[in-house]
């Protein structure tokens, strides 16, 4: 969810019914960066916890922008929270809990969209079929991150990790 200080929001509730939010393994979104880096450990870590907290500058026409950069447990954070979930209607999913129980995960999506007033049906048997058509990977934890790059990245996500079935 982004906000900035002089309360310019992303969306408000009166623009949407409601939202998913998915969440990946951090571990697995910090392998990713490090895989795409060389395996460049400190440009891995500034790119996925912002540490150097740069913006990102853009230039659309004659007007430049400045768009504020966040790390994962920022971006984590702000999903997460109770008045950003309860105002717009949010739910949050785990990528490991839509590989895991893609059934049980993908009836919870609909029928929380449903009771955010969104005109579906909840069609057991599509979602069967959907799930048959578009089976989903087997879920993987990262295997080749160091136990330092371990500890350094938990300081950021452990409050996320405790309260969300992610790792």
């Known amino acids: 969810f982004f906000s900035t200080d002089n309360n310019f929001n992303f969306t408000k509730s009166n623009l949407s019914q409601s939202y998913i939010h998915i969440i990946n393994n951090p571990y697995n979104v910090y392998q990713t960066i490090k895989n795409k880096n060389n395996d460049d450990q400190e440009i891995s870590r500034n790119i996925f916890l912002n540490l150097d907290k740069k913006s990102l500058s853009e ?10 950069k966040k790390g994962w447990h920022t971006h984590s954070q702000s999903w997460l929270d109770a008045n950003v979930i309860n105002s717009l209607r949010g739910k949050t999913v785990s990528v490991k809990e839509l590989f895991e129980n893609t059934y049980e995960t993908l009836s919870s999506i609909i029928m929380h969209l449903i009771q955010s007033g969104v005109n579906i049906d909840l069609n ?12 989903t990977p087997k879920y993987n934890k990262p295997d080749d991150l160091s136990q330092k790059e371990i500890k350094f990245i938990d300081k950021y996500i452990n409050e996320i990790v405790s309260s969300y079935d992610i790792i």
Not at 59 to 68: C, E, H, L
């Open 124 to 135: 057991y048997e599509s979602i069967e079929n959907f799930i048959k058509d578009h089976p």
């Open 59 to 68: 230039k659309i026409g004659r007007t430049n922008f400045s768009i504020s």
